[in-house]
């Protein structure tokens, strides 16, 4: 049997790059996927024939993570078309960096209200039927920034900052009830973001990490697939640095 056999996740920002991966990783195990973003296109589009051709049921939907209006709109539209949700992954995030004396406060409340007011908004809509059913896994993805801190990226660390904080808090919370809710750390992940920096630049982050290489978004949907399973059933509010040695 496979580790997510007819269970329902929602993964916000799932159209690209770590949410894709982690939708197809769920979708191979058994999982049937609703994915967010903050628009449904072309390539949102193959997504969604790519995991129902899979044999999974899968939807995406159009929807703002920082809109807490939205949020509760799109549990309500799932549960609709659903039935239920076991397993959150809120994974919508933005970057904005820049040194705090050149950043405007335009980029640091943007980044605020994308990167962890959407991890309020999707928890609090989802937690009434995880506590109805008594199960329910949530995954948070912060990142080792928000472990470590970074320069030029106040707004962002502190934001994955934030979403280990609320991720350790609303574990204790929805315990009780068999709801277990962990945060991922990732790393250096070659995704569409980092393909963009130069090839120096990437090759010295790489020579900084233990196993030398970036990571893959599979990495992280790996990590995912523990979590969302019942291989994690008693591990909740954790925090899992998915980044080959980088943090330790």
């Not at 820049?98 to 980029?107: G, I, S, V, Y």
């Not at 949530?138 to 990226?153: E, P, T």
């Not at 973001?193 to 130069?198: D, E, I």
């Not at 790489?206 to 030398?212: D, G, S, T, W």
Request: hydrophobic share 45%; proline share 2%; glycine share 8%.
């Amino acid at each position: 049997m496979k580790l997510l056999e007819g269970r329902i996740a929602l993964i916000t920002g799932g159209a690209r790059g770590i949410g894709r991966a982690i939708a197809l990783r769920f979708a191979s195990e058994g999982a049937h996927i609703a994915f967010s973003d903050i628009r449904i296109d072309e390539n949102a589009l193959e997504l969604e024939k790519q995991l129902q051709a899979m044999g999974v049921k899968a939807k995406g939907y159009t929807s703002d993570a920082s809109s807490f209006e939205d949020s509760e709109k799109l549990v309500n539209e799932i549960l609709n078309d659903f039935g239920t949700i076991d397993i959150l992954v809120n994974n919508a995030g933005i970057t904005r960096d820049n040194l705090l004396m050149r950043m405007t406060e335009a980029d640091w409340d943007l980044v605020i209200k994308v990167n962890l007011k959407s991890v309020f908004n999707l928890t609090k809509a989802v937690q009434k039927v995880m506590l109805k059913n008594r199960k329910g896994s949530i995954i948070n993805m912060s990142s080792v920034v928000g472990v470590k801190g970074n320069a030029g990226q106040s707004n962002y660390s502190a934001s994955k900052a934030g979403m280990i904080g609320f991720t350790k808090s609303i574990a204790q919370e929805l315990g009780s009830r068999n709801v277990r809710c962990n945060a991922i750390a990732p790393g250096f992940i070659e995704t569409e973001m980092t393909a963009k920096l130069p090839e120096d630049v990437k090759k010295e982050w790489a020579e900084k990490i233990p196993l030398r290489r970036a990571g893959q978004p599979d990495d992280v949907a790996n990590a995912c697939v523990f979590l969302a399973s019942d291989l994690s059933s008693y591990i909740t509010g954790q925090v899992v640095n998915v980044c080959g040695g980088m943090v330790m």
